[in-house]
């Protein structure tokens, strides 16, 4: 009981949602959330590190870049209430504005990694 209501406390945090719907579009680095969120490198990590810790989403090292994935459903510490999440934050207008703010920020940038 205490994971699931450890799994629900880190969906009701707003920035952790943004992250999540902006995972859902594709794996990204700490600069490009912290670009298009424009939050501080400090508080989009430890957003990242509570939903990795309850197994939102993973990580890999590419040199000195940490890189984001959204676990899928089969490994989301919430299983299959993963569509249903995706599909509702779809259809708010804030991660609706991240993600055209994501995709023109990553057309910006000349490579998919990070500087």
Same mark, same amino acid.
């Given at each position: %009981?205490?994971?699931?209501?450890?799994? &629900?406390?880190?969906?009701?945090?707003?920035?952790?949602?943004?992250? =999540?719907?902006? !995972?859902?579009?594709? #794996? +990204? @680095?700490? @600069?490009? !959330?912290?670009?298009?969120?424009?939050? $501080?490198?400090?508080?989009?990590?430890? *957003?990242?590190?509570?939903?990795?810790?309850?197994? %939102?989403?993973?990580?890999?090292?590419?040199?000195?870049?940490?890189?984001?994935?959204? %676990?899928?459903? /089969?490994? &989301?510490?919430?299983?299959? +209430?993963? $569509?249903? !999440? +995706? #599909?509702?934050? /779809?259809?708010?207008?804030?991660?609706? *504005?991240? !993600? =055209?703010?994501?995709?023109?920020?990553?057309?910006?940038?000349?490579?998919?990694?990070?500087?």
């Amino acid at each position: %009981m205490k994971k699931l209501a450890k799994n &629900f406390k880190a969906l009701s945090d707003e920035t952790r949602l943004r992250i =999540i719907a902006l !995972l859902s579009y594709s #794996e +990204l @680095c700490v @600069c490009d !959330l912290m670009a298009v969120l424009q939050l $501080p490198q400090s508080t989009v990590s430890r *957003h990242l590190a509570y939903l990795k810790s309850v197994e %939102m989403v993973d990580d890999r090292r590419e040199g000195v870049w940490m890189y984001y994935r959204l %676990m899928n459903e /089969s490994e &989301f510490g919430l299983g299959k +209430l993963l $569509p249903a !999440l +995706l #599909e509702q934050l /779809s259809a708010v207008d804030k991660t609706q *504005h991240d !993600l =055209i703010s994501l995709r023109s920020y990553l057309k910006q940038r000349e490579s998919n990694s990070c500087t």
